[in-house]
C-alpha cells in the first residue's frame, strides 16, 4: 500500500468534523464499497449511502407486470437478462410466470435476440430493455442490427432510465441531507463528466466520479470529506472518463431514443429521467400508447422497504426482513435479486 492511501485512510479514520452523509449512486460502486470493506475503515462521522443505481432494483412493478402478460400472449417469447428474471411484480415474477406456463427465456448477450428472431420468424420476440445510460447504447446498436436485417419479429420493451435527474431528486428530498455524491463510473464513461459538473454547481454540493478500485473508491471518498459545502465535480477515473464522454454512443442512442418522464421505483415519476424509442422505430416498441401510461404503477411487496432504501431513508438491515424473510435464496423485494442491489450487497458482504 502506498504513503499516500495508508495517510487517505488514517484521515478518513480519525474524521471527527460534522457529520458527512455521501451516497453512491452506481450499483457496483456499492458492492465495491461492500466487498472492500470500506465502511469499516471509516469515522463514524462519515456515512455512505447506497442509492437508486441498480437498474432492475429501481424497476417498477407495472413494468414486470407487463411482461408477464406478454409471455402469455400466443407466439410470443419475452427475452431478458438474468436479473430481471426473479424482480417481483405486483403478483408475480418472470420466473413464475414462466413456471406457469409463460414463454421467457433468458440472454446473455444481445446477439442471443437477433439470433432467436432470425431462426424463428412466425415467433414475436420481445426483449425487456433495462438500464441506465451504460446499456441504452447496447440497444441502440441492436435496434441498429435489427434495421438492417428488417428483422420485423424483434421489439423492445423500453425500461430505461438516465441518471442526473433521479440524482437532482434524492438530493433535494429534505429526509436524504446528501453532502456529496460519488457519480457512477460507468454512466460517466458514456455521458462524461459534464452533467456531474453541471449538476454539482447547481446543488451546490460536491460529485467525485470513482473508478472501482478500493484505492479509488477511498480517494473519492477522502475528496468528496474535504470538499464537503462546495458545488465542484472532481474526475478521478481520468483513465476511462472524459469530459464529453462517448460521443459516439451518445450519437447512437440519440438516433434511436428520445428523453421522456419514467416512474422509478419508490420515487414516483420524474420528469426527463428515461428514455423511449423515437416514433419512427415505434415499429420496434412493444408498448402501446395505454402501456406507456399505466407502466408507472408501483406495487411494493408485503413488508418490503426497497422504496425506502432505494433513496437512503433507511438502510437494508432495517428492513425487519432483512436476512430472514427475504434472501439472496428467495428474494422478496427487487433490492435483494440483483448483485448491484443494496440489500443484496449488505446481506453478501455484512
Ligand atoms: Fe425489500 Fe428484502 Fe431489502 Fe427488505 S431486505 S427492503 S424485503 S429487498
Given amino acids: 500500500m502506498s504513503d499516500k492511501l495508508q495517510k487517505i485512510i488514517d484521515a478518513l479514520g480519525h474524521y471527527d468534523g460534522p457529520l458527512v452523509r455521501l451516497m453512491e449512486v452506481c450499483g457496483t460502486h456499492t458492492g465495491e464499497i461492500a466487498r472492500n470493506g470500506i465502511p469499516s475503515l471509516l469515522s463514524p462521522q462519515i456515512r455512505l449511502i447506497a442509492g437508486p443505481g441498480c437498474p432492475v432494483c429501481v424497476t417498477v412493478s407495472a413494468y414486470i407486470d407487463r411482461l408477464c402478460a406478454l409471455c402469455r400472449e400466443p407466439r410470443t417469447t419475452v427475452l431478458t437478462f438474468g436479473d430481471l428474471m426473479r424482480v417481483p411484480g405486483s403478483r408475480e415474477s418472470l420466473a413464475g410466470a414462466r413456471a406457469d406456463g409463460g414463454s421467457v427465456e ?29 446499456t441504452a447504447p447496447v440497444y441502440a446498436e441492436l435496434l441498429e442490427e435489427a434495421v438492417r436485417l428488417d428483422l420485423g419479429n424483434l421489439r423492445l420493451l423500453t425500461s430505461l432510465k438516465t441518471m442526473p ?29 459534464q452533467p456531474y459538473e453541471a449538476l454539482a454547481r447547481e446543488l451546490g454540493i460536491p460529485f467525485a466520479i ?17 470538499l464537503k459545502g462546495q458545488g465542484i465535480c472532481r474526475n478521478l477515473y481520468p483513465e476511462a472518463v472524459t ?16 428523453p421522456c418522464d419514467a416512474a422509478w421505483r419508490g420515487m414516483g415519476v420524474i420528469g426527463g429521467s428515461g428514455l423511449r424509442l423515437r416514433d419512427e422505430f415505434r415499429g420496434f416498441d ?12 408501483d406495487v411494493t411487496p408485503a413488508g418490503c422497504k426497497c422504496a425506502e432504501v432505494l433513496i437512503g431513508r433507511i438502510s437494508p438491515g432495517e428492513c425487519p426482513l432483512f436476512g430472514t424473510v427475504c434472501t439472496p435464496g ?4 427487487a433490492c435483494m435479486v440483483s448483485e448491484e442491489g443494496s440489500c443484496r450487497s449488505a446481506y453478501e458482504y455484512g
Fill in 286 to 297: 412493444a408498448a402501446g400508447q395505454r402501456d406507456t401510461e399505466q407502466m408507472v404503477e
Fill in 165 to 193: 435527474q433521479v440524482i437532482r431528486q434524492v438530493a433535494q428530498m429534505e429526509e436524504t441531507q446528501i453532502d456529496g455524491f460519488l457519480a457512477p463510473g460507468h454512466v460517466a464513461v458514456i455521458t462524461g463528466s
Fill in 106 to 134: 433468458m440472454v446473455y448477450a444481445p446477439a442471443d435476440t437477433l439470433r432467436l428472431a432470425q431462426e424463428a420468424p412466425e415467433q414475436r420476440f420481445v426483449f425487456a430493455a433495462v438500464g441506465f445510460e451504460t
Fill in 210 to 226: 470513482s473508478g472501482f478500485g478500493a484505492a479509488s473508491l477511498l480517494m473519492s471518498i477522502y475528496t468528496l470529506v474535504r
Fill in 243 to 258: 469530459t464529453a464522454g462517448n460521443q459516439r454512443a451518445q450519437e447512437l442512442v440519440l438516433r434511436f431514443f428520445e
Fill in 330 to 333: 428467495q428474494p422478496h423485494g
